[in-house]
């Protein structure tokens, strides 16, 4: 084995392509919505137990910090929608390339973006 390899324990020096920070939000996206299920879960639960705990339910929005989460649990589904949409488009030969990759990735960023603001327009 050879011992005069260089070694890079700084991660914040790597300089990873659009591509793989596109997919890295994907995957971060993921579990976010994989946590957000027990949540989601237990609303609706909530919100089906009665008239009066649907109310309840209802009430708890205007608070900001449920707002908030609920922006956040949308915002990972849009992003984590678009990304899938392009993995499957990428399935079927379309944009294989470096320069496809690339451009797939930024069409990705720029409509997760746009998914983040219309989930936060229509949240507040």
């Known amino acids: 084995m ?7 324990l700084d991660l914040t020096t790597i300089q990873l392509p659009l591509p793989a920070k596109a997919s890295i939000l994907h995957r971060i996206s993921g579990v976010i919505l994989f946590v957000a299920v027990a949540f989601m879960l ?6 089906l137990e009665s008239e009066s705990s649907f109310a309840d339910f209802k009430a708890a929005f205007d608070n900001g910090l449920v707002k908030f ?4 649990i949308l915002s990972a589904l849009g992003y ?4 899938g949409v392009k993995h499957l488009v990428m399935d079927m030969g379309i944009g294989e390339t470096k320069e496809g990759g690339r451009t797939g990735a930024i069409i990705t960023l720029v409509g997760g973006v746009i998914m983040i603001v219309l989930a936060g327009v229509w949240v507040w």
Not at 42 to 47: E, G, K, P, Q, V
Not at 69 to 72: A, F, H, N, Q, V
Request: no cysteine; glycine share 4%; aromatic share 10%.
């Open 80 to 83: 984590h929608f678009i990304a």
């Open 2 to 8: 050879n011992s005069n390899r260089p070694v890079n």
């Open 69 to 72: 989460i609920t922006w956040g």
């Open 42 to 47: 237990a609303a609706l639960s909530m919100s």
